[in-house]
């Protein structure tokens, strides 16, 4: 099925070169460990991986501007258009960030060159999900970001928690893994196709076994679930998020978080059309309708309760994976598709941003060595306004609140969905963002309104998580003259995808 | 139209002066010369130079209604909002006005501010400044949005002004006073603005897109708007009455005109700004502005000129027994506004504009007065306390009683021509088959009788007789900067009437009456024609059914001439000795009710108190019970709900492992059952 050598053509992997430069880039550092394993230049290592993650935004970006083609290459396994280019930029995107923050991290810790490595491997899964066009690549691609992603959760080996949480998100991750894999062999039982194309065109007759094609549909919408961290499949998230040094934390939550959505998106829009689908008996929308409401409902739910701002952060992180849920529950035959999935793809690229630079907000909380909790934070803006700033800037546009990038992508997303007539979900998703902004707020009044219970005193300031922290709130705000272009080529590129 | 490129400098200038005195303030409050007036003064001249020009131009036949900043660009068919500059005969009119008075005010406060060793001068100019900037910008605005932008920073530089010596007990509740109560008449005139917007897409004032444009084609069926239900007709009705409210309230139409005899609080010249050129004049102003608009609808005009006589005359009997020369002023402000409201109502446009430049000279002028013989009297303001003057203040004097003559209608002073055309027009169309005009002309008659008689009681009270007291027989002397602003608009008074005799015109056929070909046309630029006093005729005739009588301009003249001089005559007999006596207590009840002001300020504190203050008594209680307790609810519902989703998550792996497993079967049981798998 799958024919290498036609893929020698040189000029075809065009649009394989963001993630061709991730992978080039995470061998480089793996050469450099092989060699050297005592290679202890930080700088070195972190600008590596900061210059092939730019590098691989800048080219991403620029074959976007450029209008890339839709080009099918590897005998349809794999698909580079729009689509895969924008993720593409979501992901180079928070790498870079995440590279830059861990700069400071990783300062007092060893196996520094395999941690960017890991990262850049994690990446490069993640561009080739969303490039997928087949179940086979899908699947591999998925645990290539995966994989890494258990390793760099117990990064810290001598932590506890550090470690736990990676057993934890490994042991559910290999559920997750096990139900997506027997629901693609169901799947290729009913179709007998595993490119998204030829399974598009096998449905038509596959009306026989509708049931064994409906009840793989449904076990693959529960493994991308897992990726996206959607109800019932988030256990992992908040302890993992937890566990994990923060800049890994915001890494899962932002970029890894976007890789399962893209996937999703090939998936279930590619290979299982709605028009087609859903008159067959398998209804997939109702079943990403289920996960949207129970999502942003119990993510929020939970996040307003907690204590500890990483366990906020993740439940927040659960509940904002319900709102880009929207972009897959409020399709329909004939309705305006291209619009609601555009506006999802939109939160998530603003999401990458503001959710990443929370976490690494409190990484450098982690960094001064303040607490975990909320009543730790109060008075921070004293000692530390600018980055009070930004993580201001962070909470509010996380909220929801004008004029933050957060407020545009929530709203063209809520629009987008009672355009196509899911008023309700739109809603659902408008209650739980006022509800939001109870547990966000109180991050910020314990920044700057309440006094701190212990006087506080930071040493350094970290210059490379200032640089991330700084540059993801940058993001968020030149976000609000720039999103006009950013949602509408979000929605031309998934306008392509029907 | 060179001119033309130059016209925002009008507004800039004094809004440069207003932060130039700002930034002084904050950060070297010396450094200013004279407190910030020498900038004021060359921006306002500036502004007034530039105004001249404006002037020339469009008496050349130039008009312009340009763009200058698009603020807001709609989305789909939703309006652009922008500020635009619109430049025809009645806008230049006005810029001149107000230019003209504004600088005058800022010369004479060198006198009343700085040579009074007031402190807070860098504050006071400016608010000046930006009062100022603020009126102009209202007089250019091209349409209604930007209009009731600068009506509303009029009104808050009022606010700041009347407010200036916030120490003292009175000024800063005057100041909240006239902030609250003009603010409720804006209330309704942001509501008609928003009724524009949403009835004709448009605000302009001119072209054939503009408002009233289009409302006149809706009415002839050749345009169609949104009326929500309405009859065309009432539904415009509806939006003149809206905007009414915001006039009523500015220009202290009864019944919000309560908040202007406090308004004396404030410092004289600014006093004298509010009511001769930018806060009262605002709302007749804008009324004058979109003519073309309330032509179309006879009840808004009857409206119109029934409250703008009633207040004429109610405010008059008001003046009649105040002891305060400001408040008298005060009173006769009021009463004036209220003929300008009975031109524009009984379809006097041009009468009404014409009175709205006089008043503006010779009101400017009795309150620059009153403002000299408080410096003189060491700020006391009671009249019984004064007497005498004349012989002490020649220059204060001579012009003072100009401009009296001029309030009362004396020919052949301003206040004559203009008030005398008022009362003609609604004479003429209440004869011509409108008779609830001829309601509001009988106010207005009666009127002026009591202007000329409080008018006269003020002038004999301050300046004739025998002193009253020591600080009436040694006045405070007053310079140059008082007695030169006096001078230039006491000639005015004297002489501003002379634009417009229609009675000499037509007994002469000579001069032309040269403000209303100044308003009638267009200049030959067909875009301006429905902005012409003509076309407001035509308007009139064929919409409100205002027809005229032939009826000549002699003997209603006479007649109101006639009634000024008996109203002056009789404050003469009462008041004219050399130690007159205190008459107001033969009025008995009368002048306790005329002294309170009608309880007009008892019955409106009643409305809040009975009215106002149960119903927001119960609105709270709603808010507080049913909208917070829903919220507490929720938010109480939600967190308990979080802590039990908390317990869920128990940090056992294989428990999350079933959770997993049991919701991945739960969905599939969901969808399944709904497919049609198991069938």
């Known amino acids: ?498 | 139209m060179a001119a033309f490129d130059f016209a925002p400098l009008i507004v800039l200038l004094p809004f440069t002066s207003f932060f130039v005195a700002v930034a002084a303030a904050i950060w070297r409050p010396n450094i200013l010369p004279k407190g910030g007036a020498l900038p004021g003064i060359a921006a306002t001249a500036g502004s007034l130079l530039v105004s001249l020009w404006v002037a020339v131009e469009v008496l050349g036949g130039g008009r312009t209604a340009e763009t200058v900043y698009v603020w807001s660009t709609g989305v789909g068919d939703a309006p652009e909002l922008v500020f635009s500059l619109l430049l025809d005969p009645l806008s230049a009119l006005m810029l001149l006005i107000v230019s003209l008075v504004a600088t005058l005010v800022h010369v004479f406060s060198l006198g009343y501010m700085n040579d009074e060793d007031e402190t807070g001068l860098p504050r006071y100019y400016a608010g000046l400044g930006l009062f100022t900037a603020s009126m102009l910008g209202f007089v250019v605005a091209g349409n209604l949005l930007m209009a009731f932008i600068f009506f509303e920073l009029v009104g808050l530089c009022s606010y700041l002004l009347i407010g200036f010596w916030f120490r003292e007990a009175g000024p800063p509740s005057a100041a909240k006073k006239a902030f609250l109560v003009t603010r409720f008449g804006d209330y309704f005139f942001l509501v008609g603005v928003a009724g524009v917007f949403a009835t004709f897409g448009s605000a302009a004032f001119a072209g054939p897109e503009s408002f009233p444009a289009v409302a006149e084609a809706a009415l002839t069926g050749e345009a169609s708007v949104r009326t929500f239900g309405f009859g065309t007709q009432t539904w415009f009705s509806v939006l003149g009455f809206l905007i009414l409210g915001g006039v009523v309230g500015k220009s202290a139409q009864y019944p919000l005109h309560t908040w202007l005899p406090d308004a004396m609080e404030g410092p004289t010249p600014v006093s004298a700004l509010i009511h001769a050129a930018t806060m009262v004049a605002a709302g007749v102003y804008l009324i004058a502005r979109i003519y073309g608009f309330y032509a179309l609808l006879p009840t808004v005009l009857a409206a119109i000129a029934l409250v703008g006589g009633f207040t004429a005359l109610f405010a008059a009997t008001m003046g009649l027994v105040k002891r305060e020369i400001k408040q008298v002023l005060a009173y006769s402000t009021i009463s004036q506004y209220g003929y300008m409201m009975l031109g524009l109502g009984a379809g006097g446009y041009v009468a009404a504009t014409f009175h709205l430049m006089t008043h503006a000279f010779f009101k400017a002028l009795l309150f620059l007065g009153a403002g000299s013989v408080i410096i003189a009297m060491h700020h006391n303001e009671d009249m019984w306390d004064m007497g005498g003057l004349r012989k002490r203040m020649p220059v204060t004097y001579v012009t003072f009683l100009a401009g009296s003559l001029a309030l009362a209608g004396i020919v052949p002073f301003a206040g004559f021509w203009s008030k005398d055309e008022v009362l003609y027009e609604a004479l003429v169309h209440g004869l011509g088959g409108s008779p609830i005009l001829l309601a509001a002309y009988g106010m207005g008659l009666v009127a002026v009788l009591f202007t000329g008689f409080y008018t006269f009681r003020m002038v004999l009270l301050t300046f004739h007789g025998d002193p009253r007291t020591e600080l009436a027989r040694n006045p405070h002397g007053v310079g140059w900067n008082v007695k030169a602003p006096l001078v230039v608009l006491g000639v005015l008074a004297t002489t501003a009437g002379f634009l417009n005799m229609v009675p000499v015109h037509e007994l002469l056929g000579f001069p032309p009456e040269y403000l209303h070909d100044w308003l009638a046309h267009d200049g030959g630029r067909s875009a301006f024609a429905g902005l012409t006093s003509e076309h407001y005729g035509e308007l009139l005739h064929d919409w409100a059914g205002y027809s005229t009588v032939e009826l000549s301009a002699i003997l209603p003249g006479l007649v109101s001439l006639g009634l000024a001089l008996l109203g002056a005559g009789g404050a003469y007999a009462l008041y004219a000795g050399d130690d007159p006596e205190e008459h107001t207590e033969k009025l008995g009840a009368a002048k306790t009710v005329l002294y309170n002001n009608y309880y007009q300020d008892e019955y409106q504190v009643w409305l809040t108190d009975s009215v106002v203050k149960p119903l927001s008594r119960t609105m709270d209680t709603f808010d507080q019970g049913v909208v917070d307790g829903t919220v507490n609810t929720v938010s109480s519902v939600s967190l308990f709900s979080g802590r039990r989703l908390r317990r869920i998550q128990t940090g056992v792996v294989s428990n999350y492992a079933v959770l997993l497993t049991l919701g991945l079967t739960a969905l599939v049981l969901v969808v399944g059952v709904l497919g049609g798998w198991f069938a």
């Not at chain 1, 932002?254 to 299982?272: E, M, N, Y």
């Not at chain 1, 008996?281 to 500890?308: H, K, R, Y």
């Not at chain 1, 690494?360 to 803006?381: K, P």
């Not at chain 1, 009672?418 to 109870?438: K, P, Q």
Request: charged share 10%; glycine share 10%; aromatic share 12%.
């Open chain 1, 1 to 498: 099925m799958i024919d290498l050598a036609l893929q020698t053509v040189p000029g075809v992997a065009d649009g394989l070169l963001p993630a061709a430069v991730l992978a080039l880039t995470a061998l480089l550092l793996f050469g450099i460990d092989t060699i050297n394993p005592k290679e202890d230049s930080l700088a070195l290592l972190c600008g590596i991986s900061v210059g092939g993650s730019l590098l691989a935004l800048a080219l991403a970006g620029s074959l976007l501007a450029a209008g890339y083609e839709a080009t099918p290459v590897y005998g349809d396994a794999l698909m580079i258009d729009g689509t895969s280019l924008f993720f593409t930029l979501v992901f180079a995107s928070v790498t870079a960030l995440v590279s830059v923050a861990s700069y400071d991290y990783l300062r007092d810790q060893d196996y520094c060159a395999e941690f960017y490595a890991l990262v850049l491997f994690a990446a490069t899964g993640m561009s080739l999900m969303a490039a997928a066009n087949s179940l086979a690549t899908a699947f591999v691609a998925l645990e290539l970001t995966s994989l890494p992603s258990y390793a760099l959760v117990a990064f810290l080996k001598t932590d506890e928690g550090s470690v736990e949480a990676g057993l934890k998100y490994f042991l559910v991750g290999a559920l997750a893994s096990a139900v997506l894999v027997f629901g693609i062999s169901l799947v290729y039982a009913a179709t007998g196709a595993m490119t998204f194309s030829a399974i598009a065109e096998a449905m038509v007759g596959a009306g026989d076994v509708a049931g064994v094609l409906g009840l793989g549909v449904v076990m693959i919408a529960g493994g991308v679930a897992f990726k996206m961290a959607a109800v019932p499949f988030h256990f992992w998230a908040p302890e993992a998020y937890e566990g994990a040094p923060a800049p890994v934390s915001g890494f899962l939550s932002s970029a890894s978080k976007a890789a399962g959505f893209a996937l999703a998106f090939r998936i279930f829009v590619g290979a299982f059309p709605v028009e087609m689908a859903v008159p067959m008996g398998v209804d997939w929308v109702l079943v990403f309708q289920i996960l949207a409401v129970g999502t942003m409902t119990l993510g929020n739910f939970a996040a307003a309760t907690q204590e500890n701002i990483k366990r906020m952060l993740a439940y927040s992180s659960v509940g904002h994976a319900g709102y880009a849920l929207i972009g897959l529950a409020a399709l329909s035959a004939g309705g305006p598709n291209g619009n609601v999935l555009g506006a999802s793809m939109a939160h998530l690229f603003v999401y990458g941003f503001m959710n990443t630079g929370a976490f690494l907000f409190v990484a450098m909380a982690e960094h001064w060595g303040v607490g975990r909790t909320l009543e730790d934070y109060n008075g921070l803006a004293a000692t530390a306004p600018v980055a009070s700033v930004a993580m201001t800037v962070f909470m509010f546009s996380l909220a929801g609140l004008p004029p933050f990038g957060g407020f545009f992508s929530k709203y063209v997303l809520f629009y987008a969905a009672v355009e196509s007539g899911f008023w309700w979900l739109a809603a659902v998703g408008a209650v739980n963002s006022a509800l939001s902004l109870f547990y966000y707020s109180r991050v910020v009044k314990a920044l700057w309104f309440e006094e701190a219970t212990v006087p506080l005193e930071i040493g350094r300031r970290p210059v490379g998580l200032y640089v991330s922290v700084l540059a993801a709130a940058l993001g968020t705000l030149i976000l609000l003259p720039l999103f006009g272009p950013v949602v509408e080529t979000a929605q031309t590129v998934a306008a392509a995808l029907f």
